[in-house]
């Protein structure tokens, strides 16, 4: 039996997400909920090669700010539970409104691929998307796909395959914030470096604190700061 790798579908609402899940993953899934939540969970298994890649669908949401539970339990499993990849999947229609997802994953998490579903619809309709100017713009892999065709699957899995064995070395671009905030950031984000290490991005956590997410905060004090006896 080969190694298991769990991979984290992360997306808006209506990009396809849960057909890209059930297409790569068939009978081989069962559902629950989130742990203290009720927030459906869904988990699924493909085999690629002499691995099998664990997917994760997470709830889908618009952005990654713990506004709601479905927001939080996303945000939780890419910061807290580390998969060792994270697929951002977006509609090739609505490029412009999903990117506020994809640029929020890529301040939290290494290991991302962008998957930019519907691709056949967008060609249909006109629109041409150059997925290599994406690549370089971004720092990681951009995919185009059509889940309900299975379009581009060979190349995802090989893609995913390439990630988690490191021999695709991702380095998501880093937003740059205007001056004022990136003086703040510069400010708090030694202290925070000194509470959550290298665990999690100490840039992304001083963002969040920035814009007080208490949420994040307790859920920071809940799993990484030991307890006193």
């Known amino acids: 039996m080969g190694k298991e790798y769990r991979i984290a579908l992360a997306g808006n609402p209506n990009t396809g997400k849960s057909t890209l899940f059930n297409a790569l993953t068939g009978l081989r899934q069962h559902t629950g909920n989130w742990a203290g939540k009720t927030v459906t969970l869904a988990e699924g298994s493909v085999s690629f090669q002499d691995k099998t890649f664990q997917l994760i669908d997470l709830p889908g949401t618009y952005s990654l700010f713990s506004n709601s539970t479905d927001e939080e339990v996303a945000r939780n499993y890419i910061v807290f539970d580390k998969p060792d990849l994270t697929l951002v999947v ?38 041409h998307i150059n997925e290599r100017l994406l690549t370089n713009h971004l720092g990681v892999p951009v995919l185009k796909i059509s889940a309900r065709n299975k379009k581009g699957f060979p190349m995802l899995l090989d893609t995913i395959d390439r990630i988690v064995t490191g021999k695709i070395d991702c380095n998501p ?57």
């Open 173 to 229: 671009v880093q937003m740059k914030y205007p001056v004022e905030i990136e003086e703040k950031i510069q400010l708090i984000e030694p202290k925070v470096r000194q509470l959550v290490g290298n665990e999690i991005s100490s840039r992304w956590v001083s963002l969040r604190l920035l814009d007080g997410d208490e949420t994040l905060l307790s859920e920071i004090h809940k799993r990484m700061v030991p307890e006193e006896v």
């Open 90 to 127: 977006l509609d090739a229609t609505s490029l412009e409104r999903n990117f506020n997802l994809a640029l929020q994953v890529l301040e939290m998490t290494k290991n991302v691929i962008i998957c930019i579903n519907l691709i056949d619809i967008a060609e249909q309709q006109g629109i």
